[in-house]
């Protein structure tokens, strides 16, 4: 048996672009596409309900900040679409999104879901891309609800990454 020495991690090079494989890429994309639960509840559904709710012709001569109602409720639809795109949220991320005031405005809940509101995942990304529609200052603690959520969530998706590959 003899032994062979390792390379020196200095003369290691570092993968093209970083490690991004364009092949996995373009696979892991057509994937997605070819699913159907993808296509219509990322793209098609969200885009459907700008159509039938965003285009009223009232909203489109409502104020709101610095834009309109119509333009809210895009902004609104295309959140929803990518975090809907990049999870498995289902129906809990359509409660959530409700809970959140992505879909109705929070000044119609009362005062008491007003508050549980600013608690919940997508609060903090809402005001955030609703943030340039308002104008002013944007909220240290939208900032901080999002991120304290992405740790939550990648905690919990370490966690059960570790926890399944420690069976293998």
Same mark, same amino acid.
């Given at each position: ?6 390379? *020196?991690?200095?003369? !290691? $090079? ?32 969200? &885009? ?9 012709? +009232?909203?489109?001569?409502?104020? +709101?900040?610095? &834009?309109? #109602?119509? +333009?809210?409720? @895009?902004? *609104? ?5 990518? #975090? ?21 405005? @929070? *000044? $119609?809940?009362?005062? =008491?879901? $007003?508050? @549980? ?9 809402? $005001? @955030? /891309? ?6 002013? &200052?944007?909220?240290? /603690?939208?900032?901080?609800? +999002? #991120?304290?959520?992405? =740790?939550?969530?990648? &905690? ?10 420690? !069976? =293998?």
């Amino acid at each position: 048996m003899t032994a062979r020495s390792l390379p *020196s991690s200095d003369a !290691r $090079q570092p993968p093209a672009l970083g490690g991004l494989n364009p092949t996995v890429l373009g696979l892991e994309i057509r994937r997605l596409l070819r699913n159907r639960r993808t296509m219509i509840f990322a793209l098609i559904a969200p &885009s459907l309900f700008f159509l039938l709710f965003g285009l009223n012709k +009232a909203y489109a001569h409502q104020s +709101a900040g610095h &834009s309109n #109602v119509s +333009a809210f409720i @895009l902004v *609104s639809m295309a959140l929803y679409g990518a #975090v809907l795109a990049t999870t498995a949220g289902g129906a809990i991320l359509m409660l959530l999104s409700f809970a959140g005031g992505l879909f109705i405005p @929070l *000044s $119609q809940y009362p005062h =008491v879901l $007003q508050t @549980l509101a600013k608690f919940t995942p997508l609060y903090g990304l809402k $005001q @955030l /891309v609703h943030a340039p529609l308002i104008g002013g &200052s944007v909220d240290v /603690v939208w900032a901080v609800n +999002a #991120v304290a959520w992405l =740790v939550i969530f990648a &905690s919990g998706a370490v966690w059960r990454f570790r926890k399944d590959t420690a !069976r =293998v």
